[in-house]
């Protein structure tokens, strides 16, 4: 079993900042990628941004140069900090990591966190 526990999220205004963390626990041998998604209210799930073991990152369009993902490791966590947010980014955000176990590989998702942006 695997678990990931999202925290961070919360209610901020138009051009504030939010560090979203995710962690991982359970039956871990190592994390491949690592990744945050959103969903906001009527649309599909997103890639917002995702970085593999060795730390190359990988963002969608529309946050680029106001996101940045990072890990660590040996805390098996990944953050995502989110700065001059727009009521746009308004979504649940979703940690998802690739995680191989003893036995099996499996694709891990955490509960999600709610970000609001007010204008």
């Known amino acids: 079993q695997v678990q990931l526990v999202e925290s961070g999220g919360g209610l901020v205004q138009a051009g504030g900042s939010l560090r979203l963390s995710c962690a991982a626990s359970?039956?871990?041998?190592?994390?491949?990628?690592m990744g945050w998604y959103r969903q906001a209210p009527g649309k599909q799930r997103e890639l917002v941004a995702a970085?593999?073991?060795?730390?190359?990152?990988n963002y969608a369009d529309s946050v680029k140069g106001r996101f940045t993902i990072s890990r660590d490791n040996a805390k098996n966590t990944v953050y995502l900090q989110m700065n001059s947010l727009k009521p746009e980014d308004t979504a649940v955000y979703y940690c998802?990591?690739?995680?191989?176990?003893?036995?099996?590989?499996?694709?891990?998702w955490g509960q999600g966190t709610l970000v609001t942006v007010s204008s």
């Open positions: 998802n990591a690739e995680v191989t176990g003893a036995f099996n590989a499996l694709d891990a």
């Open positions: 359970g039956s871990i041998f190592s994390i491949n990628a």
């Open positions: 970085i593999t073991s060795g730390g190359s990152t």
